[in-house]
């Protein structure tokens, strides 16, 4: 687990500036996320490569980490701060010089063993309570992509991938990811 911290808002940004660490904030917690492994790098690049090929000319975008993510949306008052680890937005108005601020249409986390509950259980439920369409889980130990939709305010589980499977997103037709590609070191 993360190791965490409470502040209030206005102590969290300043810490935010003067920090090396990545942060995460969830309203008065401040979590400290620990380097990401190569192999969580090499999987979120396969990932991020089938990505750029499958949104190239369309009007989407996406991102990797580390980028600010400050989720909003009209009906939520909690101050929440993210680093997922992609992110694909439709709404581009929320885009600033370092940060995204708004809600993206999905969010990539790749699991670890030791930000696992903070993926599956907090980030899930911050995810879903600010209505982000699609989340997938990929955990790179298991070599398994969890896909889940929001639907009526609640994440369904669309599927688990593994093995040869296609890993294929509820939300964007014909997104669909092949777990060979994402789960291979080797980089073409």
């Not at 808002?9 to 300043?14: D, I, R, S, V």
């Not at 790098?41 to 490569?49: D, E, H, K, P, R």
């Not at 980490?65 to 909690?78: F, G, Q």
Request: include cysteine; charged fraction near 30%; aromatic fraction near 12%.
């Amino acid at each position: 687990m993360p190791k965490t911290k409470m502040v209030d808002f206005e102590e969290f940004l300043q810490m935010d500036k003067e920090n090396e660490h990545r942060l995460e904030y969830f309203d008065d917690e401040v979590v400290y996320l620990e380097s990401p492994s190569v192999k969580h790098q090499q999987v979120l690049l396969n990932i991020a490569a089938e990505f750029r090929n499958y949104f190239r000319g369309k009007s989407c975008e996406i991102f990797i980490s580390p980028l600010d993510v400050w989720l909003k949306n009209e009906e939520k008052t909690a101050k929440v701060k993210v680093q997922p680890d992609l992110i694909v937005i439709t709404d581009k108005s929320g885009l600033k010089e370092n940060a995204y601020e708004g809600v993206p249409a999905l969010v990539i986390e790749i699991i670890s063993t030791s930000n696992q509950t903070h993926d599956s259980i907090r980030k899930y439920s911050i995810y879903m309570e600010f209505g982000i369409n699609e989340y997938w889980m990929v955990n790179p130990e298991l070599k398994t992509v969890e896909v889940y939709v929001l639907e009526e305010d609640e994440y369904k589980q669309a599927a688990i991938y593994k093995g040869s499977d296609c890993a294929a997103s509820q939300i964007f037709d014909g997104l669909d990811i092949r777990l060979e590609e994402v789960f291979s070191k080797e980089q073409d």
